[in-house]
């Protein structure tokens, strides 16, 4: 992809996401997000366990950058970080947008891509690696704050956000869930997030509820 036409692309996101605020993100959250979630594509497509299994580049750059435009729908002062029906709404948006900015061919399969994003049948490389670099951009530090944002927006304590950490964020990095990214060198930067979150809520939990 040329170097003018990702620069159009994020100018796009930029210009509607930049002064949206978000309670799991604050200001402009979305925009970055999808900023991060694009580069770190670009990161994979520079892997030979990615390049190997040939992804369009093209479609992989416009679905990561534009995964969540249907969020820009919420009349919600400040979004939410659950949006159902986001990702059909973000598919039937980017005709009008990207029209005349990527090709006819692009948008089509990019927007199935989001249609079909929950859809555990339909299988593309593309599609793969968004899901991992979705997912990447939600833990480690990046959570940290996502978290804490969170608890802020909605009037939460230290104490109460700590116990959801407990009761139910850190179980879902347990287990099996790990093995979802099928990839080894996409699997080991989850692993080090991963284990950078963790230890960051255990020191985080020895200070809160330590009496000096």
């Given at each position: 992809m040329e170097a003018e036409t990702e620069g159009k692309m994020v100018d796009i996101m930029r210009n509607i996401f930049?002064?949206?605020?978000?309670?799991?993100?604050?200001?402009?959250?979305r925009f970055f997000h999808s900023y991060r979630v694009y580069k770190m594509c670009k990161v994979f497509l520079s892997m030979n366990e990615v390049s190997s299994k040939n992804p369009d580049e093209d479609v992989l750059l416009?679905?990561?950058?534009?995964?969540?435009?249907g969020r820009s729908k919420s009349s919600d002062k400040v979004m939410k970080a659950v949006m159902p029906g986001h990702d059909e709404e973000s598919a039937k948006m980017l005709h009008k947008l990207l029209d005349g900015?990527?090709?006819?061919?692009?948008?089509?399969?990019t927007a199935g891509i989001l249609h079909n994003y929950l859809d555990d049948n339909y299988k593309s490389i593309e599609k793969e690696l968004l899901s991992y670099a979705d997912d990447l951009d939600e833990i480690g530090a990046l959570d940290v704050w996502?978290?804490?944002t969170f608890a802020a927006y909605n009037k939460r304590t230290a104490a109460k956000q700590l116990d959801y950490?407990?009761?139910?964020?850190?179980?879902?990095?347990?287990?099996?869930w790990i093995n979802r990214?099928?990839?080894e060198s996409i699997k080991k930067i989850a692993e080090d997030r991963i284990r950078t979150l963790n230890d960051f809520m255990l020191e985080f939990?020895?200070?809160f509820n330590t009496i000096v």
């Open positions: 930049i002064d949206r605020e978000e309670d799991s993100g604050g200001l402009g959250y416009t679905v990561a950058l534009f995964h969540d435009i900015v990527v090709a006819d061919s692009v948008i089509k399969t996502r978290m804490f950490w407990k009761d139910k964020e850190s179980k879902k990095y347990s287990g099996a990214f099928r990839i939990d020895k200070e």
